[in-house]
T-cell receptor, first 113, second 114 residues
Framework: KQEVTQIPAALSVPEGENLVLNCSFTDSAIYNLQWFRQDPGKGLTSLLLIQSSQREQTSGRLNASLDKSSGRSTLYIAASQPGDSATYLCAVNRPNSGYALNFGKGTSLLVTP | DGGITQSPKYLFRKEGQNVTLSCEQNLNHDAMYWYRQDPGQGLRLIYYSQIVNDFQKGDIAEGYSVSREKKESFPLTVTSAQKNPTAFYLC?????????????FGPGTRLLVL
């Protein structure tokens, strides 16, 4: 069974810092990996999708990498801002369940002014 | 605007009552999903549907039922058999079953037990 783990569970940083969120998964037979953002009481917003054949994806200040063989992904946020405060969720694609997603428990990020 | 709508935003269930959560999408997506989120937990898959008139159980389907009579609609019923229904419910959809398609999520419904 695929297990997805995110470290750390919570993180507090001052504005302007660069930071890294970590995600690991136990079964390397994935089709893709996605990073989502969730604000309190809201749905999920897709940030980046990395296909299994790719090593990284970039969008603005966000960069996500994927090392499928070691079962790891990182989300790098450059020059953090208070508006980045949210929970960040990592998920891997499950081809044997209609391509549903297996989620980690998330990293709760607080960026202080 | 294209997207996924869920209603209601909040839902209260009395003991022994069945309640239905609505999920509608106008993205013309084939696949739809229901997830449950509990505090401090990742999302868990309840049911999914890859095509109209077909759906499959996910990891925690007991106490829930779904239907997929139209491509754009995938309602979830929480039955009285679900003994711990208090949670945040999220509906999602994706275009195809290909690996490069992201999932889009609705705003969620919070279910509370009276």
């Amino acid at each position: 069974k695929q297990e997805v783990t995110q470290i750390p569970a919570a993180l507090s940083v001052p504005e302007g810092e660069n930071l890294v969120l970590n995600c690991s998964f136990t079964d390397s037979a994935i089709y893709n990996l996605q990073w989502f953002r969730q604000d309190p009481g809201k749905g999920l917003t897709s940030l980046l999708l990395i296909q299994s054949s790719q090593r990284e994806q970039t969008s603005g200040r966000l960069n996500a990498s994927l090392d499928k063989s070691s079962g790891r992904s990182t989300l790098y946020i450059a020059a953090s801002q208070p508006g980045d405060s949210a929970t960040y969720l990592c998920a891997v694609n499950r081809p044997n369940s209609g391509y549903a997603l297996n989620f980690g428990k998330g990293t709760s990020l607080l960026v202080t002014p | 605007d294209g997207g996924i709508t869920q209603s209601p935003k909040y839902l209260f269930r009395k003991e022994g009552q069945n309640v239905t959560l609505s999920c509608e999408q106008n993205l013309n997506h084939d696949a739809m999903y229901w997830y449950r989120q509990d505090p401090g937990q990742g999302l868990r898959l309840i049911y999914y549907s890859q095509i109209v008139n077909d759906f499959q159980k996910g990891d925690i389907a007991e106490g829930y039922s779904v239907s997929r009579e139209k491509k754009e609609s995938f309602p979830l019923t929480v039955t009285s058999a679900q003994k711990n229904p208090t949670a945040f419910y999220l509906c999602a959809s994706s275009a195809t079953l290909r690996d490069q398609e992201t999932q889009y999520f609705g705003p969620g419904t919070r279910l509370l037990v009276l």
